[in-house]
Nanobody
Framework: VQLQASGGGLVQAGESLRLSCVFG???????MGWFRQASGKEREFIAA????????IYSDSVKGRFTISRDNVDNTVYLQMNSLKPEDTAVYYC???????????????????WGQGAQVTVSS
């Protein structure tokens, strides 16, 4: 299973970025999510959604600013990040869960596969 994240970069506070995560074909997933890890901190849940698109959740720190979405044709999951803040600086990871409970999707151990990470840096 291959997850390839891209779209990170350096932006100023208030600007936007869109992260993409391409999933390899021919594997079934139940939900996908985005996490981030700032230097010296633990990995933090950001957003998750079912592959069907009927459920989405966000952390309080990004709710109203970030949007998770997916394109089933291209097997791609996106994280649109608006109104970025310096505290959003981190390495962002996409992840896929193939089974389990939706109620556990805020937990990193609910996911079976992870992408390699994309650096997002927001300057003040």
């Amino acid at each position: 299973v291959q997850l390839q994240a891209s779209g990170g970069g350096l932006v100023q506070a208030g600007e936007s970025l869109r992260l993409s995560c391409v999933f390899g074909r021919n594997f079934r997933m139940y939900f996908m999510g985005w996490f981030r890890q700032a230097s010296g901190k633990e990995r933090e849940f950001i957003a998750a959604m079912t592959w069907r698109g009927d459920k989405k959740i966000y952390s309080d720190s990004v709710k109203g600013r970030f949007t998770i979405s997916r394109d089933n044709v291209d097997n791609t999951v996106y994280l649109q990040m608006n109104s970025l803040k310096p505290e959003d600086t981190a390495v962002y990871y996409c992840a896929a869960g193939t089974s389990g409970s939706w109620t556990l999707t805020r937990r990193a151990d609910a996911y079976d596969y992870w992408g390699q990470g994309a650096q997002v840096t927001v300057s003040s």
